[in-house]
């Protein structure tokens, strides 16, 4: 199964950006999707969550309010919509899934299975 992460770009701080990420390859059963991001010089940073069987969100503090992750069950598709972004905001984001169940912590990359390639979001001031 392959993560194809979209939608990234250059805005202004204050603006909008919607990101994608569609699992195609297989028919697979998803337990949870999620968004970290990682900026030039820093460590990967969880970012938002989502689970597929009670639509469960979480956020980091630092997004909480701003962001917002959703889910498309029949395009197995999850999006993350970015208001009132700020400089900090700036990173790769990647998405992730988790294709079985995992006591692992949402937060914690290594409660992921697969990985999208990154897409650049750029916050200008």
């Known amino acids: 199964v392959q993560l194809q992460a979209s939608g990234g770009g250059l805005v202004l701080a204050g603006g909008s950006l919607r990101l994608s990420c569609a699992a195609s390859?297989?028919?697979?059963?998803?337990?949870?999707m999620g968004w970290f991001r990682q900026a030039p010089g820093k460590g990967r940073e969880f970012v938002a969550a989502i689970t597929w069987n009670d639509y469960s969100t979480y956020y980091a503090n630092s997004v909480k309010g701003r962001f917002t992750i959703s889910r498309d069950n029949a395009k197995n598709t999850v999006f993350l919509q970015m208001d009132s972004l700020k400089p900090e905001d700036t990173a790769v984001y990647y998405c992730a899934a988790r294709f079985s169940l995992t006591y692992i912590s949402y937060d914690d990359p290594r409660g992921y299975n697969s990985w999208g390639q990154g897409t650049l979001v750029t916050v200008s001031s």
């Open positions: 390859g297989g028919t697979v059963s998803t337990h949870r």
